[in-house]
């Protein structure tokens, strides 16, 4: 069966760097889009990244824009996500999630199979 398992969360100070990762099971990664979400404490699931044919196509929010590089390897079937410059806005639970529909454009996506998150945490 399709699983989706997410790790590399912590607690890092303003300024830190992370590395998520998204191990994936069931089905390969490389037909699919793959997204990173998070959700801040009483907020809604906010798209953070996608990724299509391991990099050939990345698209990020632009809360995110040149401090986090989404990757993938088609053959370990896992998505990454590099975090640099991280800010205490950035506290969330981060997941990993596969794309059903949407668009970057309004970064509105609906997704049939997302993983169990990991908790990133920016504080001093």
């Known amino acids: 069966q399709v699983q989706l398992v997410e790790s590399g969360g912590g607690l890092v100070q303003p300024g830190g760097s992370l590395r998520l990762s998204c191990a994936a099971s069931?089905?390969?990664?490389?037909?699919?889009?793959m997204n990173w979400v998070r959700q801040a404490p009483g907020k809604g699931l906010e798209w953070v990244a996608s990724i299509y044919g391991a990099g050939f196509m990345t698209y990020y929010a632009d809360s995110v824009k040149g401090r986090f590089t989404i990757s993938s390897d088609n053959a370990k079937n896992t998505v990454w996500l590099q975090m640099n410059s991280l800010k205490p806005d950035d506290t969330a639970v981060y997941y990993c999630a596969r794309v059903l529909r949407g668009s970057v454009s309004t970064g509105k996506f609906e997704y049939d199979y997302r993983g169990q998150g990991t908790q990133v945490t920016v504080s001093s």
């Open positions: 069931g089905f390969s990664i490389s037909t699919y889009w």
